[in-house]
C-alpha cells in the first residue's frame, strides 16, 4: 500500500517542502494541495525514474556537504586570485586523467556534480571501458596532487555512501 | 526609491554581502573574457554561480527578514536550484566541447585523447 | 546616503558592466561554445541583478522573476550544450 502511492519517500517529503516554500505559507489548504503535489508528481514521473540503488549513510552524506563547502569557498579565492593576476606567471592549465574504482552510476554523477562546482577544476568526460575520468584544471602544478585530491577526499567517500 | 527602512547594522550586513557578491560575479565575468583558451574560459563563471549567487542570496534572505520581521527562506529555492543546475549544464558543454575539440582553441589535449565515447 | 543605497548602486554597476562583458563574449565567440557559455553567464548575471533590484525596491515580487529566468537559462543552456554535442536536439 504505503510501496504503491509513495514509491519515492524521499522525493515526495522534497516536494512537500518545496510547495510550501515557494508560497510562503502553511495554510491548511496550501498544506493539502502540497500533499496533492507531493503524492501525484512521483507517481506521474516514476515511468521516467530509472531504479538505482540509493544514497544510505546520512553521517558520510553531511561530512562530504561540509568538505564540498570548505573547498567550494576556498576554490572561489584561489581562481578570483588568478583572474586579479595575483600570481599569473605560474598558472598552467592541463588536462588530468585519473582512474576511479566508483561503479554506481549515482556516484559518478554526484562526483562529476562536485568536481565541476568547485571554481578551478571541470569534469571533462568519461571513459566507461577504461574507467578513466578526464578533468581539467585550472591551476595545474601537479597531477599527483590532483588525483590525491580525487582518490582520497571525495572518491573514499562515495564509495561508503553508494555501495 | 527603497522599500522599508531596516536598522544601520542590517545595512551594513546587506551592503558587505552585496558588494562582495557582486564583486564576485563581476570578477568571474572578468575572467570569461581575459582567459585564452576555451576550458580556462570554463573556470570562470562558475564564480558567478557558486558565491556570487550565494552572497546575494544571503543579502536578500536577510534584508527581507530584517524588514518584514519574519523569517523570509524562499530565495533558498533559487541558491538551491542554481546550485544544482549549474555543475550538470557545465559538465554537458565541457563534454560538447570536448566532442568538438580543435587545436587551435588553446587548449594542450592530452596526447592519447580519443573521441569519448558516447553513453555516459 | 546610507550604506545600504551605496551598495545597490555599486552591485548594480558591477552586475551592468558583468553583462555588457558577457554580451561581448556572446557576439565575438570565437566558437559556438564559448557562446553558449557566455549565455549561460548572462542568464547568471542577469538573474543577480533582478535580485538586487528586488532588495532596492524592498518587494518579493521580483523573486519569481529571478526564478523563471534561473530556470530559462538551466533549460536554454543544456537545449544548446545538446545540439553542440550531437546537432539535434531530440532524438
Known sequence: MMKRWLPYPRVSLLLFALWLTLNQTLDPAHLALAAVVAVVAPLLGSPFMPVRKGAHRLDHILLLCGIVFIDIVRSN???ALII?????EQTRSGFVRIKLNLHNP???AALACIITSCPGTLWVSFDPQRREMLLHVL????EE???????YRYERLLVEIFE | MSGASIPLWAEWVVAVLLVSGTGLAFL??????RFRSFFDR?????????MGMAAVVLASIVYFTVAGQRLVVHELLIA???TMTTPVTFTMLARAAYLRRLESDGDHFPPDARTPSRDT | MSPLLWALNIAHVLLGLAMLLSIWRTVYGPRAQDRVLALDTLYVNGMLLVLTLGIRTGTTHYFEVALAIALMGFVSTVALAKFLMRGEVIE
Open chain 2, 42 to 50: 570554463m573556470h570562470a563563471p562558475t564564480l558567478c554561480a557558486s
Open chain 1, 145 to 151: 596532487e590532483w588525483r590525491d585530491i580525487v582518490k
Open chain 1, 84 to 88: 586579479l593576476g595575483a600570481r599569473r
Open chain 2, 80 to 82: 538551491i536550484f542554481v
Open chain 1, 77 to 79: 579565492i584561489a581562481v
Open chain 1, 106 to 108: 549515482s556516484a559518478l
Open chain 2, 28 to 33: 568571474g565575468t572578468i575572467g570569461l573574457t
Open chain 1, 139 to 142: 591551476d595545474l602544478i601537479d
